[in-house]
């Protein structure tokens, strides 16, 4: 009994050393970037990056430190001089969102601070310059060719709008993502791309997430675009690799 005991205790010893020594050994599988690669950015909106924007206070914190803002620009920039599409996947709420019946608790928090709110979605009064927009500095590479801005996603993913189907239809198959927020519409994102059949990777100092009492949705984000992407850039290293 004392043998078996001390064989079944030495079976747990190499077994979580050898866990160990694989999560050290946690793969890169890379990403090349081709003529299929397009680049995803979800909700580039002044609700989430602008200090005048109602998440301001929870997310300013993770955007300031991984220069979010600039690094987003980089990416429009990049794209812009390699020829690379570019996809908007933004978030809107219109009025008759505000009629649901059961939210989680990030939804419940959007809609009560009026989060990316649109009175309808066939009318533009008071979209410009409001939370919904998207920040001023990315709209002038927006309004070009090579951005396609696909309808809005509702809650975190992009199940429900036709971001597949509008990146399918220009025979896409590689996707660089980053926007916000990391731990929710990014991964959202990432998780349900790579479902369907896409290959992924993430920038991830492009991204930021909220960072609040006794949870840093940041640190959550970047663990998971390493464990499930194909690789995670930063900034510079897309850049790098994109002009050598």
């Not at 025979?171 to 791309?193: P, Q, T, Y």
Request: aromatic share 10%; charged share 20%.
């Amino acid at each position: 009994m004392k043998m078996q005991i001390l064989k079944s205790l030495f079976t747990l010893l190499v077994v979580a050393g050898t866990s160990t020594t694989l999560f050290a050994q946690l793969p890169d599988p890379g990403f090349k970037i081709d003529g299929t690669t397009a680049i995803v950015i979800t909700d580039p909106q002044n609700d989430f990056l602008s200090p005048n924007g109602v998440t301001w206070g929870v997310v300013g914190e993770s955007v300031t430190a991984n220069n979010t803002v600039e690094n987003l620009e980089t990416l429009f920039q990049l794209a812009e001089a390699n020829g690379i599409k570019v996809f908007i996947s933004p978030h809107y709420y219109y009025k008759h969102d505000h009629s649901w019946k059961f939210e989680g608790a990030l939804e419940t928090l959007m809609h009560n601070i009026s989060m990316f709110d649109r009175g309808d979605q066939l009318q533009v009064d008071g979209f410009e310059g409001s939370g919904a927009d998207f920040l001023e500095p990315y709209k002038k590479y927006i309004e070009k060719d090579f951005v396609t801005v696909v309808g809005p996603h509702k809650v975190f993913g992009p199940e429900q709008n036709d971001l597949s189907l509008q990146m399918r239809k220009q025979k896409i198959d590689k996707v660089i993502l980053a926007g916000m927020s990391g731990n929710l519409c990014v991964e959202s994102h990432m998780r349900e791309l790579l479902e369907d059949g896409f290959e992924v990777a993430v920038v991830g100092d492009a991204t930021a997430s909220a960072i609040v009492p006794g949870y840093d949705g940041n640190a959550a984000a970047q663990t998971n675009f390493r464990f499930i992407a194909s690789h995670v850039y930063t900034t510079q290293e897309l850049k790098k690799e994109l002009t050598k």
